[in-house]
């Protein structure tokens, strides 16, 4: 049974930064696709950061330049370093993980860790 656990969110003030764990415990596979997503109030879920084990690692424009998302496969573990926050970077951030299988993927999500970015 793979158990996704987050860690490092908080309050922060603008131009600050944070750094977001998540770590999928219990996997005998490592996880094909790894990557963060996030809920601001009254927002539909959206995709933040990607990274695919086929080198492929993409995006939300409103942060490219700022964040950054990098993996730790022997820990099973996807980080997302978040600098120059800004307020409208707040909201409940999501870790995603997908195991490759001949179906297709088996998706985990982890509770969510808040983030907000105020002075």
């Known amino acids: 049974q793979v158990q996704v656990v987050e860690s490092g969110g908080g309050l922060v003030q603008p131009g600050g930064s944070l750094r977001l764990s998540c770590a999928g415990t219990?996997?005998?596979?490592?996880?094909?696709?790894m990557g963060w997503y996030r809920q601001a109030p009254q927002k539909q879920r959206e995709l933040v950061a990607i990274?695919?084990?086929?080198?492929?690692?993409n995006y939300l424009d409103a942060v490219k330049g700022r964040f950054t998302i990098s993996r730790d496969n022997a820990k099973f573990t996807v980080y997302l370093q978040m600098n120059s926050l800004k307020p409208e970077d707040t909201a409940v951030y999501y870790c995603?993980?997908?195991?490759?299988?001949?179906?297709?993927?088996?998706?985990?999500w982890g509770q969510g860790t808040q983030v907000i970015v105020s002075s």
């Open positions: 990274d695919i084990m086929n080198g492929t690692t």
């Open positions: 219990g996997s005998m596979f490592l996880f094909y696709v």
């Open positions: 995603r993980l997908g195991i490759r299988t001949i179906g297709g993927l088996e998706e985990y």
